[in-house]
Nanobody, 120 residues
Framework: VQLQASGGGLVQAGGSPRLSCATT????????MGWFRQAPGKRRELVAG???????DYADSVKGRFSISRDNVKNTVYLQMNSLKPEDTAVYYC???????????????WGQGTQVTVSS
């Protein structure tokens, strides 16, 4: 099982792209889902997270501008990004904690990363 992310690219400041990330196979369940980002020369940081119960968490830098959501039927997590700024430029990674079957241990998966470049 892998994660496949999409939706990145070159965006003008103020733009509103949406990132998507889905599992490549059917699985039993997914607990936490999240989006992280890593800008050049910086450490990877949490952007937004959503638990299996729907509890949300956001980095202070994106609160009020980004929104995370999940579709448990499609095994997909979304990141709606609004009012983009040049400092949002980074590679964005999705992550999920999955259980392949009822007896499997939790497994942490990461997407391949999708570049988001915000031009001023």
């Amino acid at each position: 099982v892998q994660l496949q992310a999409s939706g990145g690219g070159l965006v003008q400041a103020g733009g509103s792209p949406r990132l998507s990330c889905a599992t490549t196979e059917s699985i039993f369940s997914i607990n936490d889902m999240g989006w992280f980002r890593q800008a050049p020369g910086k450490r990877r940081e949490l952007v937004a997270g959503i638990t299996g119960e729907g509890t949300l968490d956001y980095a202070d830098s994106v609160k009020g501008r980004f929104s995370i959501s999940r579709d448990n039927v499609k095994n997909t997590v979304y990141l709606q990004m609004n009012s983009l700024k040049p400092e949002d430029t980074a590679v964005y990674y999705c992550s999920m904690n999955i259980r392949r079957d009822p007896k499997a241990h939790l497994q942490e998966l990461w997407g391949q990363g999708t570049q988001v470049t915000v031009s001023s």
